[in-house]
């Protein structure tokens, strides 16, 4: 992707010269704020939340506002380089899309549209265990494009096997273990709207188009169940169970398996239980590389390794799981200080810009996860608008890498930062 940059800059320029503006901002504060409009209220609480009184998702902000840049000057750098490899794979820029839950609140066939995009930019997509559409259409939207594969431990072991097949089919070019949401954090803009996407059947494809949870689910909806409260609620929320379960809307509202389906999700999607030991098995399990993501202490991360994980990504959901955690970008300091410079380390949460992105790959991450950002752009433009956030944050990292007289990903190193005043 080398002049990425100047192409961007381009681009909107010559559109300007015929008056016309970006349907999808190039900052981040306008970007939020027109998807905020966009979006409905049940939308906004979800995608944009965070845990408890929001502080680890201030903190990941105030994070990247602790380190300046420097710039080098007369480096003569006209030509970039912004590949990176990871895991074996070469990837045109050190920017990966970080799975996101239920994004069909912010646009329906949400993660094919992502999916597509991704492709569109040459950008590898991490597929959501709680996407709205299943692993397969993704994959075939995306061609030969990179994906990966987000997997949350299920209580049902069965499960977590059939889940890894799938992936394995689809070509998945690693396997990314959630480790930090063996339960919901505690999101009081959820909370305070009696609002779950999943109890809608909202963000449970992966899990309906599976065999091994339908035969789970068809068990359960072969047994008495106590019924439910009627209320104008309970309506409105059948009837989004119906129209989001698989097959023809008259039929599901007929069946008991919409409901059942939802149940059986709450009951299993997430394993509290998870520990190093169901880690232990997986390389048994799988072919494909194992990335294990939500690390932040750096004896996890050399306990990761130890057990033989290709990878980890230095998260904390976005802070969406922990309220007053430690930000990412600070935990990514010592994880990489801890595991040494040959380990592969991404990281995700708080990436917002491309100088954001030039600032984690000083501190020691092999690339990042983009998060809410493209998310945003789905809500003001559908597909469109998520391949403009991806081309603009590229763009602003190449033109950042231009200004630094950095020549490749590889010279992008801590002596280009300094604390800030």
Not at 144 to 156: E, I, P
Not at 209 to 215: C, E, G, Y
Request: net charge neutral; proline share 5%; hydrophobic share 45%.
């Amino acid at each position: 992707m080398s002049g990425a940059g100047l192409a961007r800059l381009s681009t909107i320029y010559r559109q300007g010269v015929l008056g016309r503006r970006p349907a999808v901002p190039a900052d981040f504060a306008e970007l939020e704020r027109r998807a905020r409009r966009a979006s409905s209220t049940r939308a906004w609480a979800y995608v944009a939340g965070g845990a408890g009184e929001g502080r680890t998702m201030r903190r990941n902000r105030e994070a990247f506002d602790r380190w300046a840049i420097v710039p080098r000057m007369a480096s003569g750098a006209v030509d970039r380089d912004l590949t990176v490899e990871l895991l074996g794979a070469r990837h045109a820029a050190p920017l990966l899309l970080a799975p996101v839950g239920a994004g069909a609140l912010m646009g329906t066939d949400s993660d094919v549209k992502i999916a597509r995009a991704a492709a569109a930019t040459g950008t590898a997509y991490v597929f959501s265990n709680q996407g709205c559409n299943p692993m397969e259409d993704c994959a075939a939207a995306m061609g030969d494009a990179a994906r990966w594969f987000q997997l949350y431990w299920s209580k049902d072991e069965q499960l977590v096997d059939s889940l890894i097949a799938r992936a394995e089919a689809i070509g998945a070019g690693a396997l990314v273990v959630t480790l930090d949401t063996t339960v919901l954090g505690w999101r009081p803009q959820d909370l305070n709207l009696g609002s779950l996407p999943f109890s809608r059947g909202q963000g449970i494809a992966q899990y309906t188009s599976d065999p091994r949870f339908r035969d789970i689910a068809a068990e359960r909806a072969g047994q008495p169940s106590p019924k439910p409260e009627v209320t104008l609620g309970a309506i409105r929320t059948l009837i989004a169970m119906t129209r989001n379960h698989p097959g023809r809307f008259w039929d599901n509202l007929r069946s008991p398996l919409p409901r059942a389906s939802v149940e059986t999700f709450l009951d299993i999607y997430s394993n509290p239980g998870l520990s190093w030991d169901h880690l232990a098995t997986l390389r048994d399990r799988t072919r494909l590389p194992v990335v294990l993501k939500g690390i932040l202490h750096p004896d996890d991360a050399r306990r990761a390794f130890d057990l033989g994980a290709d990878a980890v990504v230095v998260s904390n959901h976005g802070g969406r799981q922990v309220d007053n955690a430690v930000a990412s970008l600070d935990a990514l300091v010592s994880v990489r200080e801890a595991v040494g410079p040959d380990a592969t380390v991404l990281l995700d949460s708080g990436i917002r810009t491309g100088a954001d992105v030039f600032t984690a790959l000083a501190l020691g991450a092999n690339a990042v996860l983009l998060g809410r950002p493209y998310m945003y752009g789905l809500a003001l433009a559908g597909q469109s608008g998520v391949e403009d956030v991806i081309r603009n944050v590229i763009a602003e990292l190449d033109l950042t890498m231009a200004l630094t007289g950095t020549r490749d990903i590889a010279a992008i190193t801590r002596d280009l930062l300094v604390p800030a005043v």
